[in-house]
């Protein structure tokens, strides 16, 4: 098979670019960019067999989907809206905690008696009788439209595509609703639009993507398994804590019980010898409870601690890609 290096996908421009870079620099993987801003091919530092690629989040979606690209970051409502069957080429390794928004049916404030989608069907069989016109929606999201609307059992509508400031598409007259994605409510609220109740499609955030229809050879897997270690690394160092406790002077403490109860490891095994020192790590949220228990076991002493990376013998995230190659 031929020697292709990883392509890693990551997002030029827009929305998702500075939180992905952040992102990568949080699990120490340095994005180089070639010769100046303008290039728009870089590598990561001290990784060789890694060529990354800087291109637009829909760029992103593609590139995974065909297969020129290994591995990228990207919105799931590109994924869901670009590919006709999102789990056959490629797989969500894991969402990244930003880029939220939702796709949404909006409607002009103005129809005050159109709350629900049961009301859209009211309204676009009214249209589709009286004025023998089908009521039109403007949005770049044409699939994820389709398949929101048949699943309403409605089908009685036209979809206009647009390219940009779908939210005025209603003021000027060239649709009566939309299908966007929103944030903040600001841009659907300046245009007097307004979300149905049941009228949310998806909620995305962007996520770690990997393509099933990349040439995955051997160089590309070895830098994926460093790649998705040192992501896996950082994930579990942020939401984990390290627990110390010098073991009580008696010896005795149930470790198991008590890490099992806490939903704490013991990342380094049993404490050997009475002089022991016990090493544990728990979710973020539960190190007051299990500190607590642990002093009333007996434990000496207690001290938590963040820490920056946590590695790992196994590499879920890889194992799970690689098993579906
Ligand atoms: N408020 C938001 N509006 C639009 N997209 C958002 C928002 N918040 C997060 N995103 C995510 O960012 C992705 C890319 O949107 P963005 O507008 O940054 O790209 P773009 O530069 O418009 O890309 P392209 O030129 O390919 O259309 C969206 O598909 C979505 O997943
Ligand atoms: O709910 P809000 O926080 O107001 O955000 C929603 C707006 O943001 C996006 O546009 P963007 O600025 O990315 O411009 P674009 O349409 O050119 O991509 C999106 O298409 C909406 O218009
Ligand atoms: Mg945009």
């Known amino acids: 098979m031929s020697d292709w290096p990883l392509v890693l996908a990551v997002p030029s421009k827009g ?17 180089v960019q070639k010769a100046g801003a303008r290039e728009y091919r870089g ?16 760029e992103i979606a593609g590139q995974l989907a065909s297969g020129a690209a290994h591995l990228g970051v ?32 909006a409607v002009p404030q103005a129809w005050i008696d159109v709350r629900a989608m049961s009301d859209l069907d009211e309204v676009a069989s009214e249209m589709r009788l009286r004025q023998g016109k089908r009521m039109r929606i403007a949005t770049k999201y044409v699939n994820l439209t389709r398949r929101f609307f048949a699943e309403a059992g409605i089908a ?70 460093t790649v998705l270690g040192r992501i896996a690394a950082e994930e579990r160092a942020r939401t984990t ?42 979710p973020a949220e539960a190190v007051f409870d299990l500190s607590d228990a642990l002093v009333q076991a007996g434990a000496r002493a207690v001290s938590v601690r963040r820490i920056d990376y946590a590695f790992a ?11 579906r190659l």
Request: aromatic residues 4%; glycine residues 10%; proline residues 6%.
């Open 15 to 31: 929305r998702l670019q500075e939180n992905a870079s952040a992102f990568f620099s949080r699990a120490g993987l340095k994005l």
């Open 74 to 105: 990207t919105g799931e409502d590109l994924i869901r809206e670009m590919l006709p069957d999102p789990g056959a080429s490629v797989e969500l390794l894991t969402p990244l905690g930003f880029g939220h928004a939702s796709v949404v049916v």
């Open 156 to 225: 009685d509508y036209r979809i206009v595509e647009s390219l940009g400031a779908t939210e005025g598409a209603p003021a000027a007259g060239s649709a009566e609703i939309i299908v966007d994605i929103t944030t903040t409510g600001t841009t659907l609220a300046a245009n007097a639009l307004k979300v149905l109740d049941d009228g949310v499609m998806l909620r995305s955030e962007a996520n770690l993507v990997a393509s099933l229809k990349a040439p995955w050879g051997e160089t590309a897997r070895t830098a994926l398994r």
């Open 241 to 282: 804590r390290e627990v110390r406790a010098g073991l009580p002077e008696s010896g005795e403490i149930d470790l198991a019980t008590l890490a099992g109860l806490h939903e704490a490891e013991l990342p380094y095994g049993a404490p050997r010898g009475p002089d022991g020192e016990i090493v544990l790590r728990c």
């Open 313 to 323: 013998a196994e590499n879920p995230l890889a194992e799970r890609l690689l098993a």
């Open 43 to 58: 590598t990561l530092a001290g990784l060789p067999g890694v060529e990354v690629r800087y291109l637009s989040a829909s």
